[in-house]
T-cell receptor, first 113, second 112 residues
């Protein structure tokens, strides 16, 4: 089983609050990703990182921000949560080889009231 | 634009049937194609990864094939079981540093 963790698993919060979704992995992977998935819909890449101090925006525009200060940690922050941010957020990481599969965390299901 | 499409969107079969899930991708210049399983409210579990140079991969009752020239992959599940009920996602890996392009998924229900 992959060692990639996300907390919290579920979060219900009011509009305007600042939230941080945590993601950590113990596999020493340089590449990490955040995906957003609405119910019954496909995953969309919103952020990725190729290593410490490297962050890029993904294919789907997102108001969230990310940081990568340590290899194992890739938190995602929403400065002011809105109902439109309600979704599932999945974190993933992958090793260096092209033959490596992506490992996914269990996800955080966010509901903004 | 690189897109991945999966059909059908949903599938319901009786236990014991063999079934095929389809995935197509618009850009054939992939490095690999991956099949994942997602249970409700959970993350993704990797099932099979097929390199661009390979034709198929097998794991237990699962067999995935890849035809780059036609931009298609199939996931074959033999002797389906109720425990196979989940959403199956395919994802194409292009030369973009490991970023995956996902299909919409096929929601499979296997009835006992």
């Amino acid at each position: 089983e992959a060692d990639i963790y996300q907390t919290p698993r579920y979060l219900v919060i009011g509009t305007g609050k600042k939230i941080t979704l945590e993601c950590s992995q113990t596999m020493g992977h340089d590449k990490m990703y955040w995906y957003q998935q609405d119910p019954g819909m496909e995953l969309h890449l919103i952020h990725y990182s190729y290593g410490v101090n490297s962050t890029e925006k993904g294919d789907l525009s997102s108001e969230s921000t990310v940081s990568r200060i340590r290899t194992e940690h890739f938190p995602l922050t929403l400065e002011s949560a809105r109902p439109s941010h309600t979704s599932q957020y999945l974190c993933a990481s992958v090793g260096q080889q092209l033959t490596d599969t992506q490992y996914f965390g269990p996800g955080t299901r966010l509901t903004v009231l | 634009k690189q897109e991945v499409t999966q059909i059908p969107a949903a599938l319901s079969v009786p236990e014991g049937e063999n079934l095929v899930l389809n995935c197509s991708f618009t850009d054939s210049a992939i490095y690999n194609l991956q099949w994942f399983r997602q249970d409700p409210g959970k993350g993704l579990t990797s099932l099979l990864l097929i390199q661009s140079s390979q034709r198929e991969q097998t794991s237990g009752r699962l067999n995935a094939s890849l035809d780059k020239s036609s931009g298609r992959s199939t996931l074959y599940i033999a002797a389906s079981q109720p425990g196979d009920s989940a959403t199956y996602l395919c994802a194409a890996h292009y030369n973009q540093g490991g970023k995956l392009i996902f299909g919409q998924g096929t929601e499979l229900s296997v009835k006992p």
